[in-house]
């Protein structure tokens, strides 16, 4: 706990011009915080080297061990504002949060200098209840698993190895290779990128095998991964049972061709002569290109790679297949099949550089046959738009969008090709030999939970319903992440990609996975929170075993025993506080950021007992990660709001405790905005399932809310992204006109 | 369904569009930027974004058949701005090339023309011709390059006369009926030609156009083209307004002008000759007034103040102009825009050919040097020969192909009838 603090306020940024300084010093030195705070000073300039040096020589001489910044937002000059290991640092956002976004209202004016006194008091409340946390720091295995020997795997366990790693990689299959090695050629991975060009898998599998830090198992059956990230335990059976210690695994167990049913509507099935990619693909492998009626070489193929035909399957379709009720000692299925016709539309990127690479064949093997290719979309990014522009240039190659309406075949076994939308000007029909039809890239875990994770929350990972069986928690922001911390994916298992994506995609993991076997060693979060050294502390002595945390950790941390008593994992933990804002018992706590702490912060907010002359007052739980950035946006942007409301910042939504609720509509708050990430399908939230647990709870904190006679409206949750600053202003605006206004004041206030 | 249309894609056709200037034309992804920037194209199935797919897929019935080929003046601004390089106004220079060389029978003398290699080829049949009567004459007047004095109605080889080509060359019985017989293989090869074309043009969707009666009569749309686009230029001024486009426009008017005078002045020989020497006072018997005026007119070689001579020069000065600016704009061309095909070459050096050797050989008669104004002027014969003879297979067909389809665009309705 900090006991000695030194508080400095800035004057610098306009704070100085808009605040006077002796009455916002006074607030701590003439208050109960007095006693705690024996340095209270301000400076003009408090980022310049000589007031850091003023704030080093005070701790020196008073002995602080906490420092509390009254000046700019947390987020800018954070590496100034650092004063050694010992010294915590409090930030008080007097410029964006005062001084910059401040609108005086007409009725009560005035009221910056008490909101800038409430900040101050908030911030050494804070950090006086605020502990420097000592991790523990595991001896961790630095092994690195790797799941898959593919193009993707054997990357990523040569890239492992370079880094001086020992590897492990298991493949279940006999041979090395996986679908690299089933094929004739390749999207081109090196500069001039316009041919099609051999995968070098067997280099790749040459370099592997005879890497001494590389142990290979094939015809390896990967039974189960026990323990924690930097203490894994993995048992996979490669003619016989054998256990490994592991750090940390990097998932490249690929796909899988998808389910060719989906294909029927565009002839597949019942006409002999449309085929699929893979099996194309199998026939160039294998040397001679043929239509499977008559075994002759096609003189003319075309490529379909507009799905939308098998789209209508796909509405039919039920979102999710309801699990019948198993019956009497009938275990449940364990993993419902994720596979859909949306695979095809997810593997576009690849469906359309296969067809132009499969159109390259039939222009290499077969003389002068002709390759059509029928696309909805052209998806050839990046590099590969020069690989698309080398097919064109091919006269043999003839490429048009187009809207296919019908397969169907001709008496001579020819198929005809209707389409519509094209670029020819009119609905057409063509004629080809062989038809192709893109093969749809399912990932593995589509069909199984692959990892088999000795986990409470179970063998798989959660939630991959969302992606569709792909294994990715957050790719726009966090690629490689999954829901559990230590096993980094790559490859086609995570997004359909190219080979040449794979390799880079592989060094991305291994580069993850290193740095996951390393922050374990040193006590530390690999992320969002990297580098966080605080972790959930259980005061299990009042734990009822209600297992809500166990249950609703994002990330599967904790166990449990039979009992129901929470057993944490600290290196697969990313901090976010689900579990504190889970527990009713309020037993969960970090050194740093706990149910004490906040609530003592949102106590030192000033509620006038008269709404009318003192206005409302409304507390705002920010969340770190997007919507308190976007209020410094708005704030920076020139955007302003009512002086009524206070911001307290938290790691996430999910961490928020209804206590902190209660605590605030009992000491007479008017609201509480809870301002979070996007949740849903489609979500943003750093720690994947925060806000949505947030606005379960919710839900629940209004009801009982409800039965005290607060209405249920004075909580409420708003979704902003990092980019929607400009949305700030009118959330707030309309909580203050459509709750406050509409409710009048809390019928709490001043008891 | 009716209007399905079933494609039938021809890599050969590709293939020999690539040949004959569309080499680029593969690199289109269909952006229709060309189509749009085009100040000529039609707002309705604009070209040339549509030809460019045709030509992909190797659509030889469509491209054979578009009428829009002839819509286009070349100015070039789409391959300007393509963004690809594709060259969409090559596309259709080669595509006309493509007509120049198919519509008109033989088409033996096409393929002759359709690249440099057939030049010597073509080049060394009037040269053959006329080095016979050459070399026959010389064998009747005793000299390779002989000089006249009058003698009478006759000429006479005199070692104190002047050049006159007319003696080395008789046009009675040399000249005249072989350009005669010429002009006739031409009117021919161009009569089949107009009839493939327009038989081709049947499939042309028509456009309805509100508030139009019945189609206008061919003749009528003819003289509205002719009155508009081609005395006009109308549609070509309209055609890209930057520097390179009005050096382009005002080239072009300048040789098309020239030539009407030296039509002018070609008639007027003929006629003097034909009909006032040999038809009125030959035939006839009749002498003085009209007819010696007539006669008088046609008689060469002319005074240098005959209003007939001046007239002949103002058009070789005029075309030696055009001519100029119309090679150094094609010499200036940027390579990776639009590129300059053998048949924009051929054309520009045969008339080149005519305009020099034709002043050439005017120069050098008048200074009296026989040495060099004999084969200048059998030159001169062989470039009149190759632009008369191969016309139909050559750029130069356009003259005539497309004012039919211009006409022919405004009947039905591709093009409005009136100024543009």
């Given at each position: 706990?900090?006991?000695?603090?030194?508080?400095?306020?800035?004057?610098?940024?306009?704070?100085?011009?808009?605040?006077?300084?002796?009455?916002?010093?006074?607030?701590?030195?003439?208050?109960?915080?007095?006693?705690?705070?024996?340095?209270?000073?301000?400076?003009?300039?408090?980022?310049?080297?000589?007031?850091?040096?003023?704030?080093?020589?005070?701790?020196?001489?008073?002995?602080?061990?906490?420092?509390?910044?009254?000046?700019?937002?947390?987020?800018?000059?954070?590496?100034?504002?650092?004063?050694?290991?010992?010294?915590?640092?409090?930030?008080?956002?007097?410029?964006?949060?005062?001084?910059?976004?401040?609108?005086?209202?007409?009725?009560?004016p005035g009221l910056l200098p008490l909101m800038a006194k409430d900040y101050i008091k908030m911030g050494v409340m804070k950090l006086s209840k605020s502990r420097i946390p000592a991790p523990e720091f595991p001896e961790t295995f630095k092994t690195i698993m790797v799941l898959g020997g593919g193009m993707t795997g054997l990357t990523a366990a040569l890239e492992a190895a370079k880094l001086g790693k020992d590897v492990v990689l298991v493949e279940k299959a006999a041979t090395l290779g996986g679908k690299a090695a089933t094929m004739y050629k390749t999207?081109?991975?090196?500069?001039?990128?316009?041919?099609?060009?051999?995968?070098?898998?067997?280099?790749?599998?040459?370099?592997?095998?005879?890497?001494?830090?590389?142990?290979?198992?094939?015809?390896?059956?990967?039974?189960?991964?026990?323990?924690?990230?930097?203490?894994?335990?993995?048992?996979?059976?490669?003619?016989?049972?054998?256990?490994?210690?592991?750090?940390?695994?990097?998932?490249?167990?690929?796909?899988?061709?998808?389910?060719?049913?989906?294909?029927?509507?565009?002839?597949?099935?019942?006409?002999?002569?449309?085929?699929?990619?893979?099996?194309?693909?199998?026939?160039?492998?294998?040397?001679?290109?043929?239509?499977?009626?008559?075994?002759?070489?096609?003189?003319?193929?075309?490529?379909?790679?507009?799905?939308?035909?098998?789209?209508?399957?796909?509405?039919?379709?039920?979102?999710?297949?309801?699990?019948?009720?198993?019956?009497?000692?009938?275990?449940?299925?364990?993993?419902?099949?994720?596979?859909?016709?949306?695979?095809?539309?997810?593997?576009?990127?690849?469906?359309?550089?296969?067809?132009?690479?499969?159109?390259?064949?039939?222009?290499?093997?077969?003389?002068?046959?002709?390759?059509?290719?029928?696309?909805?979309?052209?998806?050839?990014?990046?590099?590969?738009?020069?690989?698309?522009?080398?097919?064109?240039?091919?006269?043999?190659?003839?490429?048009?969008?187009?809207?296919?309406?019908?397969?169907?075949?001709?008496?001579?076994?020819?198929?005809?090709?209707?389409?519509?939308?094209?670029?020819?000007?009119?609905?057409?029909?063509?004629?080809?030999?062989?038809?192709?039809?893109?093969?749809?890239?399912?990932?593995?875990?589509?069909?199984?939970?692959?990892?088999?994770?000795?986990?409470?929350?179970?063998?798989?990972?959660?939630?991959?319903?969302?992606?569709?069986?792909?294994?990715?928690?957050?790719?726009?922001?966090?690629?490689?992440?999954?829901?559990?911390?230590?096993?980094?994916?790559?490859?086609?298992?995570?997004?359909?990609?190219?080979?040449?994506?794979?390799?880079?995609?592989?060094?991305?993991?291994?580069?993850?996975?290193?740095?996951?076997?390393?922050?374990?060693?040193?006590?530390?979060?690999?992320?969002?929170?990297?580098?966080?050294?605080?972790?959930?502390?259980?005061?299990?002595?009042?734990?009822?075993?209600?297992?809500?945390?166990?249950?609703?950790?994002?990330?599967?941390?904790?166990?449990?025993?039979?009992?129901?008593?929470?057993?944490?994992?600290?290196?697969?933990?990313?901090?976010?506080?689900?579990?504190?804002?889970?527990?009713p018992e309020r037993v969960i706590s970090f050194d740093n950021y706990n149910v004490d702490q906040i609530g003592s912060m949102i106590k030192e907010v000033y509620v006038p007992d008269d709404m009318v002359a003192g206005g409302p007052r409304v507390i705002v739980l920010v969340c770190e990660n997007d919507a308190y950035p976007a209020l410094d946006m708005a704030a920076f942007r020139g955007k302003s709001w009512s002086p009524f409301v206070r911001f307290v910042p938290v790691r996430c939504l999910g961490?928020?405790?209804?206590?902190?609720?209660?605590?605030?509509?009992?000491?007479?708050?008017?609201?509480?905005?809870?301002?979070?990430?996007?949740?849903?399908?489609?979500?943003?939230?750093?720690?994947?399932?925060?806000?949505?647990?947030?606005?379960?709870?919710?839900?629940?904190?209004?009801?009982?809310?409800?039965?005290?006679?607060?209405?249920?409206?004075?909580?409420?949750?708003?979704?902003?992204?990092?980019?929607?600053?400009?949305?700030?202003?009118?959330?707030?605006?309309?909580?203050?006109?459509?709750?406050?206004?509409?409710?009048?004041?809390?019928?709490?206030?001043?008891? | 369904?009716?209007?399905?249309?079933?494609?039938?894609?021809?890599?050969?056709?590709?293939?020999?569009?690539?040949?004959?200037?569309?080499?680029?034309?593969?690199?289109?992804?269909?952006?229709?930027?060309?189509?749009?920037?085009?100040?000529?194209?039609?707002?309705?199935?604009?070209?040339?974004?549509?030809?460019?797919?045709?030509?992909?897929?190797?659509?030889?019935?469509?491209?054979?058949?578009?009428?829009?080929?002839?819509?286009?003046?070349?100015?070039?601004?789409?391959?300007?701005?393509?963004?690809?390089?594709?060259?969409?106004?090559?596309?259709?220079?080669?595509?006309?090339?493509?007509?120049?060389?198919?519509?008109?029978?033989?088409?033996?003398?096409?393929?002759?023309?359709?690249?440099?290699?057939?030049?010597?080829?073509?080049?060394?049949?009037?040269?053959?011709?006329?080095?016979?009567?050459?070399?026959?004459?010389?064998?009747?007047?005793?000299?390779?390059?002989?000089?006249?004095?009058?003698?009478?109605?006759?000429?006479?080889?005199?070692?104190?006369?002047?050049?006159?080509?007319?003696?080395?060359?008789?046009?009675?019985?040399?000249?005249?009926?072989?350009?005669?017989?010429?002009?006739?293989?031409?009117?021919?090869?161009?009569?089949?030609?107009?009839?493939?074309?327009?038989?081709?043009?049947?499939?042309?969707?028509?456009?309805?156009?509100?508030?139009?009666?019945?189609?206008?009569?061919?003749?009528?749309?003819?003289?509205?083209?002719?009155?508009?686009?081609?005395?006009?230029?109308?549609?070509?001024?309209?055609?890209?307004?930057?520097?390179?486009?009005?050096?382009?426009?005002?080239?072009?008017?300048?040789?098309?002008?020239?030539?009407?005078?030296?039509?002018?002045?070609?008639?007027?020989?003929?006629?003097?000759?034909?009909?006032?020497?040999?038809?009125?006072?030959?035939?006839?018997?009749?002498?003085?007034?009209?007819?010696?005026?007539?006669?008088?007119?046609?008689?060469?070689?002319?005074?240098?103040?005959?209003?007939?001579?001046?007239?002949?020069?103002?058009?070789?000065?005029?075309?030696?102009?055009?001519?100029?600016?119309?090679?150094?704009?094609?010499?200036?061309?940027?390579?990776?825009?639009?590129?300059?095909?053998?048949?924009?070459?051929?054309?520009?050096?045969?008339?080149?050919?005519?305009?020099?050797?034709?002043?050439?050989?005017?120069?050098?008669?008048?200074?009296?040097?026989?040495?060099?104004?004999?084969?200048?002027?059998?030159?001169?014969?062989?470039?009149?020969?190759?632009?008369?003879?191969?016309?139909?297979?050559?750029?130069?067909?356009?003259?005539?192909?497309?004012?039919?389809?211009?006409?022919?665009?405004?009947?039905?309705?591709?093009?409005?009838?009136?100024?543009?």
């Amino acid at each position: 706990m900090a006991e000695k603090l030194g508080v400095y306020i800035c004057s610098g940024c306009d704070i100085g011009k808009a605040l006077d300084m002796a009455p916002l010093l006074e607030a701590v030195t003439k208050g109960k915080l007095a006693g705690i705070c024996p340095v209270v000073k301000q400076n003009p300039v408090l980022c310049s080297p000589d007031a850091i040096a003023e704030i080093e020589a005070d701790i020196a001489a008073n002995g602080l061990d906490g420092v509390v910044v009254c000046a700019c937002s947390p987020r800018v000059k954070w590496d100034i504002f650092k004063f050694g290991q010992g010294v915590q640092v409090e930030r008080v956002n007097l410029r964006e949060q005062c001084v910059w976004s401040f609108r005086e209202d007409e009725k009560v004016p005035g009221l910056l200098p008490l909101m800038a006194k409430d900040y101050i008091k908030m911030g050494v409340m804070k950090l006086s209840k605020s502990r420097i946390p000592a991790p523990e720091f595991p001896e961790t295995f630095k092994t690195i698993m790797v799941l898959g020997g593919g193009m993707t795997g054997l990357t990523a366990a040569l890239e492992a190895a370079k880094l001086g790693k020992d590897v492990v990689l298991v493949e279940k299959a006999a041979t090395l290779g996986g679908k690299a090695a089933t094929m004739y050629k390749t999207f081109p991975m090196s500069h001039p990128y316009l041919k099609a060009e051999d995968t070098g898998v067997d280099a790749l599998i040459a370099e592997v095998t005879s890497n001494a830090k590389i142990k290979v198992l094939t015809s390896a059956e990967f039974v189960s991964l026990e323990g924690a990230p930097g203490l894994y335990s993995a048992t996979i059976n490669a003619g016989g049972e054998q256990k490994f210690d592991i750090g940390a695994v990097v998932l490249a167990t690929g796909w899988v061709p998808g389910d060719t049913s989906f294909l029927a509507p565009m002839g597949y099935g019942s006409i002999k002569n449309v085929v699929t990619a893979a099996e194309f693909e199998a026939m160039a492998k294998a040397g001679s290109i043929v239509r499977p009626s008559d075994g002759k070489a096609p003189a003319s193929v075309a490529f379909l790679t507009d799905v939308s035909l098998c789209k209508v399957a796909e509405a039919e379709e039920p979102c999710e297949t309801p699990a019948a009720a198993p019956a009497e000692g009938e275990e449940a299925p364990a993993y419902p099949d994720k596979e859909n016709a949306k695979h095809l539309a997810y593997s576009s990127e690849l469906t359309s550089l296969v067809a132009l690479k499969q159109a390259g064949y039939v222009r290499e093997k077969l003389g002068d046959a002709l390759a059509f290719v029928l696309y909805d979309h052209m998806m050839v990014p990046g590099i590969n738009e020069r690989y698309y522009k080398s097919a064109q240039d091919d006269a043999g190659i003839m490429l048009s969008k187009a809207t296919i309406t019908k397969v169907t075949e001709d008496a001579d076994g020819g198929v005809i090709v209707a389409a519509k939308d094209t670029l020819l000007g009119a609905d057409v029909e063509i004629k080809a030999d062989l038809v192709v039809l893109p093969t749809a890239i399912v990932p593995v875990t589509a069909h199984e939970p692959t990892m088999n994770l000795q986990y409470r929350q179970g063998p798989g990972f959660p939630d991959l319903e969302l992606f569709d069986g792909f294994v990715d928690s957050n790719y726009v922001c966090f690629p490689y992440e999954t829901r559990r911390t230590g096993v980094y994916a790559a490859g086609c298992v995570r997004q359909p990609m190219t080979m040449a994506t794979a390799k880079e995609d592989a060094a991305g993991a291994v580069l993850k996975a290193v740095q996951c076997i390393g922050s374990a060693n040193r006590g530390m979060a690999v992320h969002p929170r990297s580098g966080d050294i605080s972790f959930p502390v259980f005061n299990f002595q009042r734990c009822t075993q209600c297992k809500r945390c166990t249950e609703e950790c994002p990330f599967g941390a904790l166990d449990d025993d039979e009992k129901g008593t929470p057993k944490p994992n600290p290196t697969r933990c990313r901090r976010c506080g689900t579990c504190m804002g889970a527990c009713p018992e309020r037993v969960i706590s970090f050194d740093n950021y706990n149910v004490d702490q906040i609530g003592s912060m949102i106590k030192e907010v000033y509620v006038p007992d008269d709404m009318v002359a003192g206005g409302p007052r409304v507390i705002v739980l920010v969340c770190e990660n997007d919507a308190y950035p976007a209020l410094d946006m708005a704030a920076f942007r020139g955007k302003s709001w009512s002086p009524f409301v206070r911001f307290v910042p938290v790691r996430c939504l999910g961490s928020v405790n209804a206590i902190w609720v209660a605590d605030a509509v009992s000491k007479g708050v008017d609201g509480v905005i809870m301002l979070g990430c996007k949740y849903g399908p489609d979500y943003q939230c750093h720690f994947v399932k925060g806000s949505e647990l947030c606005s379960r709870r919710k839900t629940n904190i209004a009801e009982s809310l409800g039965r005290l006679g607060v209405e249920a409206e004075r909580v409420e949750q708003y979704e902003v992204s990092i980019d929607e600053y400009d949305k700030i202003p009118g959330i707030i605006e309309r909580f203050m006109t459509e709750v406050i206004t509409k409710f009048g004041p809390n019928p709490f206030k001043g008891y | 369904m009716s209007n399905t249309v079933r494609v039938q894609p021809d890599l050969k056709f590709v293939q020999e569009l690539q040949q004959v200037g569309g080499e680029s034309l593969k690199k289109c992804y269909q952006c229709a930027t060309c189509s749009v920037v085009c100040p000529l194209s039609p707002p309705d199935g604009p070209y040339p974004r549509k030809e460019m797919v045709w030509a992909q897929w190797g659509l030889k019935d469509k491209l054979v058949n578009d009428i829009d080929i002839w819509l286009c003046h070349n100015c070039g601004t789409c391959s300007d701005l393509c963004p690809r390089g594709a060259k969409p106004g090559d596309l259709l220079a080669a595509l006309r090339n493509m007509a120049y060389r198919s519509l008109a029978k033989p088409a033996i003398i096409g393929t002759w023309m359709s690249s440099s290699k057939g030049f010597p080829l073509l080049m060394l049949i009037p040269a053959a011709i006329y080095m016979l009567i050459w070399i026959l004459r010389a064998g009747v007047l005793g000299t390779a390059f002989p000089l006249f004095i009058t003698d009478g109605h006759g000429l006479k080889v005199a070692a104190d006369g002047v050049i006159i080509f007319g003696g080395l060359f008789p046009g009675d019985y040399f000249i005249d009926p072989i350009f005669g017989a010429v002009f006739v293989f031409m009117v021919l090869a161009f009569a089949g030609g107009i009839a493939t074309m327009l038989k081709g043009f049947e499939g042309m969707p028509k456009t309805f156009i509100v508030g139009r009666g019945k189609e206008p009569s061919f003749l009528c749309c003819l003289i509205e083209t002719l009155k508009v686009e081609v005395a006009q230029h109308s549609r070509f001024q309209n055609c890209g307004n930057e520097e390179k486009d009005v050096q382009r426009f005002t080239g072009h008017l300048f040789v098309f002008y020239a030539f009407i005078a030296l039509m002018i002045v070609t008639s007027v020989v003929a006629v003097g000759h034909w009909f006032g020497a040999f038809f009125l006072q030959h035939i006839m018997g009749l002498e003085g007034g009209l007819a010696g005026l007539i006669a008088w007119a046609g008689h060469t070689p002319m005074p240098l103040w005959s209003p007939v001579k001046l007239l002949a020069n103002a058009g070789a000065v005029a075309l030696i102009y055009g001519l100029m600016k119309l090679t150094s704009r094609r010499t200036a061309l940027d390579s990776a825009k639009s590129t300059s095909n053998w048949y924009d070459w051929y054309l520009l050096t045969v008339i080149w050919g005519i305009a020099l050797t034709g002043i050439g050989s005017e120069i050098f008669r008048l200074v009296g040097q026989k040495m060099l104004a004999y084969p200048t002027y059998y030159l001169h014969l062989i470039f009149v020969f190759m632009m008369l003879a191969y016309l139909p297979w050559s750029k130069l067909g356009h003259v005539v192909y497309r004012t039919v389809a211009l006409a022919y665009a405004r009947k039905i309705g591709r093009l409005p009838m009136g100024e543009i």
